[in-house]
């Protein structure tokens, strides 16, 4: 049976599959399962040359939220291998169940955990996303877990601005800049700096990790590039209407909502520092969400310091 998924996921263009049993964990969320199929497609996107006007602010965004979502597509394709599993009982998950994803990647012996807290995939090192189908047959295989790469390299401790990552494969979510990005309500002021411009997520502890240098895009659902795109205009998302987050709030990133949106933009105008971002940023002091009028004006001040700074 593993064998003729592996060749199945391979043809539907899954990176990577294992099989581990269902633990405790598991059968606390679906009592009758006894086995997870853990699967893997990788996100990377190609790197497209940007040519837009250098002088306006931008934010960025992180490569699992440069273009297609990839919720639906991951999905998809592992529905399409359970089929594939005559008389079975299944569940397909895909970040909508409690389920310890990385650990069952670890135990299917697909992946291996890294110090910086990621997962990573022969051949599509750690830009993969994770999926899962849950089911009540007894699959067996003889993987065992793959152990670490990581040796004595700490290039991702080392270059994390927040110092975020506390042990191997430990991270402190109340300094993570990914974390913060994507928490609700308010930042506090020392953590604001860390987040620099982030509007969604952070690829430092990967894209310095020497695991990740040779890896090229391979999915070709996500090579194009679409909202939010890597470097959104702040100005834009700061001024964000209801109805423009209605049409994008299927994107990557809608999951946030628009407030958390404005509000990361507006840290970054003022992280950034940027003049242009000025009017924007005082529109929002008008607006009805006190959170939202904080950042504001804290990003105000810092741009209006700037300013005043190099004048003198």
């Given at each position: 049976m593993i064998d003729l998924l592996r060749q199945k996921a391979a043809r539907t263009g899954l990176c990577g599959i294992g099989i581990a049993p269902a633990d405790d964990e598991v059968v606390r969320v679906f009592p009758w399962?006894?086995?997870v199929i853990c699967a893997a497609i990788s996100y990377l996107p190609p790197v497209h040359e940007d040519e837009r006007d250098k002088s306006i602010p931008r934010g960025f965004v992180a490569?699992?939220?440069?273009?297609?979502?990839?919720?639906?597509?991951?999905r998809g394709k592992l529905d399409r291998l359970a089929r594939n599993i005559p008389g079975a009982r299944f569940e397909v998950c895909v970040d909508t169940n409690p389920l310890p994803?990385?650990?069952?990647?670890?135990?299917?012996?697909?992946?291996?955990?890294?110090?910086?807290?990621?997962?990573?995939?022969?051949?599509?090192?750690?830009?993969?996303v994770l999926g899962e189908i849950v089911t009540d047959q007894d699959l067996k295989t003889d993987d065992e877990p793959l152990p670490s790469r990581c040796g004595d390299c700490t290039i991702c401790v080392d270059s994390c601005p927040a110092q975020a990552i506390t042990g191997y494969g430990i991270i402190?979510?109340?300094?993570?800049?990914?974390?913060?990005?994507?928490?609700?309500?308010?930042i506090d002021l020392c953590l604001r700096p860390l987040m620099h411009n982030n509007i969604y997520g952070c690829d430092i502890c990967q894209q310095v990790c020497p695991q990740n240098a040779d890896i090229r895009p391979q999915s070709p659902e996500f090579a194009a590039d679409m909202f939010p795109g890597q470097s959104p205009e702040l100005i834009h998302l700061i001024s964000m209407t209801a109805v423009e987050f209605k049409n994008i709030s299927s994107s990557s990133i809608g999951w946030i909502r628009r407030t958390r949106i404005r509000r990361n933009a507006a840290i970054a105008a003022g992280n950034l520092r940027n003049k242009?971002?000025?009017?924007?940023?005082?529109?929002?002091?008008?607006?009805?969400?006190?959170?939202?009028?904080?950042?504001?004006?804290?990003?105000?001040?810092?741009?209006?310091?700037?300013?005043?700074?190099?004048?003198g």
């Open positions: 399962a006894k086995s490569r699992v939220a440069q273009s297609t979502d990839y919720h639906a597509v991951l994803e990385r650990k069952l990647a670890a135990l299917s012996g697909m992946a291996w955990r890294g110090r910086n807290g990621c997962v990573f995939v022969e051949g599509c090192g750690s830009w993969v402190d979510h109340t300094r993570c800049i990914s974390a913060l990005t994507q928490a609700s309500g308010a242009k971002a000025l009017e924007a940023s005082a529109q929002m002091l008008n607006d009805d969400n006190a959170l939202l009028r904080d950042v504001a004006r804290w990003a105000i001040d810092k741009i209006n310091l700037d300013c005043r700074a190099g004048e």
